[in-house]
């Protein structure tokens, strides 16, 4: 009947609606972020993105759970995985997240690497030219390239602003030709990178080293297979 079926109705708004309820905010803004604006018409589009950052610690426990309690409290970010190698010397913290979301978590594990890494103190198997030596931004799903690279850019500019460490930007990010691939910005090591900051200046910050944190190599690259 028409009163049975406008009752049938409002049962499934209440449902949905109780379902959107529940979903925290939080997640919302890890999953999507709203395009608004002329013509937008308020919709939502996927804006995520992946990051493997690599930090230059492979041996200190507490500084792998600091950057654990840091990172897990980043709203819009989840730590998907963070393994360290004593012989590599080696931290990876992957993170997937909202541009805003991973660009906290870049500007925090500076915070911490400053406070616990020295480069002149540094040996492993694995090269590296930086306390933060490699951070990645890979567009997932929908988001197009554009977004990671526009991130990495603003990113890189806030590192070298407040930490005074020089950045070059890489892969999809590169400005120059020379920068486009990491194997040949991490030959040699800290002495090839020194060398290099002579010759070509980085894309933002100090034409030298950073005493104790080095450079970073930062940008938009596609996912690696």
Known sequence: TPSSRKRRSRRRTTSNSSSVARESPARRGFLVGRAEGPGSGQQERPQVLQSAINL?????PQLL????ACLEKIPGACLADL???PDNHRMVASLLGSPGALREAVLRLFELADQSID?????GVHPRVGAIDVVPFVALGTSPPQVAIELAAEVAEAVANRFEVPVILYELSARRPENVALPVLRRGGLEGAARRLQDIPPDFGPARLHPRLGLTVMGARPALV
């Not at 759970?65 to 654990?68: A, G, S, T």
């Open 83 to 85: 393994s360290m190698d």
């Open 65 to 68: 759970e600091r950057v654990r």
């Open 56 to 60: 230059s610690e492979g041996r200190d």
């Open 119 to 123: 480069l002149r103190r540094h040996s």
